[in-house]
């Protein structure tokens, strides 16, 4: 499988003998600020989990849609529909509100909570050492459609390769172990032995992209 970007090949799973191979391979997850703000943060900036879990909700609802059956017969049928939703004050799950398709129309829909067991919140990394490392600073989730409202998600890179966002005054080279600054940014670990404050391994002392404040970025394998 093949997977394409602007016409050009971005990824690929392969498969040789039993060993099915995702190429190349980032694993992130969704996350959200706790004051659901949504800063300037530097891609590879250290994150960490707080004790608090993201809560995402839809809107369930049917529309009606007339097609032509093959005979070129009129019919009317109903359509399950499910749209990400904002909640706004004063509303509560379960409750049935009206609600507007991208259609323009009007609908009759209720409030539903998602079954999200897994994504907690986060915050940049504050602590040196940190055990609560989760991963760093991906993206914002600006691809959306807007229909969630002013939730401002963000992807955190946790597992597989990525740049780590490395503390101007920290020199680092292959095979070295980074955990947090409590800055947002990473210093080397005092030992080599991976722990649960080891956020990355170096693969290379390359400059990816170095920020106005002195920071750079290199290219790590995730351990968090």
């Known amino acids: 499988i093949a997977l394409y970007q602007g016409g050009s090949e971005e990824g690929t799973i392969t498969v040789s003998g039993s060993t099915v191979s995702y190429n190349a391979f980032t694993g992130g997850h969704w996350s959200r600020l706790a004051d659901n703000s ?12 707080i004790d608090e879990m993201c809560d995402w909700y839809v809107v369930d609802f049917e529309v ?30 379960g409750d049935t509100i009206t609600y507007r398709y991208l259609d323009g ?20 990394s504050d602590t040196a050492d940190s055990k609560k490392v989760y991963g760093v600073f991906h993206r914002w989730d600006d691809a959306d459609d807007g229909s969630d409202g002013d ?21 680092v080279e292959a095979g070295d172990l980074l955990v947090s600054n409590g800055d947002g940014t990473a210093k080397k670990q005092d ?7 080891t956020v990355a391994k170096v693969n290379s002392n390359v400059k990816v992209e170095t920020y106005s404040d002195g920071s750079y970025t290199v290219p790590c394998t995730l351990h968090c």
């Open 38 to 49: 949504k800063p300037t943060i530097l891609r590879g900036t250290i994150i960490e989990s």
């Open 64 to 93: 009606e849609r007339t097609k032509k059956d093959f005979e070129g017969n009129s019919v009317t049928k109903k359509y399950a529909k499910r749209q990400a939703y904002a909640l706004k004050d004063g509303e509560s799950v």
């Open 105 to 124: 129309k009007d609908y009759s829909a209720k409030i539903i909570k998602e079954g999200d067991v897994k994504h907690v919140k986060c915050k940049i």
């Open 151 to 171: 939730v401002n998600d963000l992807e955190v890179a946790q597992v597989g390769t990525y740049i780590v966002r490395v503390n101007k005054d920290v020199t």
């Open 191 to 197: 030992d080599d032995i991976i722990r649960s404050k």
